[in-house]
């Protein structure tokens, strides 16, 4: 039988070549007309898509009055408001501890994250004394904690 060992070229930068297929030579716009892309360089001729920067925007609609001009604009957005994520009275049941933070929020899932502040509201009951820290709370759920034995700090 005869031996199967095969020769391997070894690998220098002189020997490096990309996978075949895997490079397309580019584009050589504008090189006369030998190449097929001369003259006008397969812009076709004139017009808007023939210049530099010759594309339209996104809301063109050929010369009529697009749509974002065509209806009327509404309201404000205010990029300084604050999202509170809001939570009630009666979910402080599933907390363990006396002590309630917007930590304590997101170990249990009641807070999606902690990026954005968390506010107590007193909707439900509670029944044992609590304190919450590090959060807002409405009047309404301030006034129950307290009557609960609890307290809010800031």
């Known amino acids: 039988m005869p031996d199967k060992k095969q020769t391997v070229e070894r690998i220098t930068l002189s020997t490096l070549r990309p996978a075949v297929g895997s490079h397309r030579?580019?584009?050589?716009?504008?090189?006369?007309?030998?190449?097929?892309?001369?003259?006008?360089s397969g812009k076709g001729h004139k017009g808007h898509k023939a210049r530099?920067?010759?594309?339209?925007?996104?809301?063109?609609?050929?010369?009529?009055?697009?749509?974002?001009?065509?209806?009327?604009k509404r309201g404000f957005f205010n990029p300084a408001k604050i999202h509170y994520q809001a939570i009630?009275?009666?979910d402080l049941a599933r907390i363990t501890g006396d002590e309630v933070s917007a930590e304590?929020?997101?170990?249990v899932g009641l807070v999606k994250s902690l990026s954005e502040p968390v506010k107590l509201l007193g909707h439900?009951?509670?029944?044992?004394?609590?304190?919450?820290?590090?959060?807002?709370?409405?009047?309404?759920?301030?006034?129950?904690?307290?009557?609960?034995?609890?307290?809010?700090?800031?």
Do not use: W
Request: hydrophobic share 30%; net charge positive; proline share 5%.
């Open 88 to 90: 009630n009275l009666r």
């Open 104 to 107: 304590s929020l997101l170990a």
């Open 52 to 72: 530099t920067g010759g594309s339209t925007n996104p809301g063109f609609e050929g010369g009529q009055m697009p749509m974002y001009r065509r209806l009327p």
């Open 124 to 154: 439900g009951d509670i029944t044992r004394a609590m304190v919450v820290k590090g959060m807002r709370a409405s009047a309404s759920a301030k006034a129950k904690i307290e009557a609960a034995g609890g307290r809010v700090e800031d």
């Open 25 to 40: 030579t580019r584009k050589r716009l504008g090189r006369g007309p030998g190449s097929g892309l001369g003259k006008t």
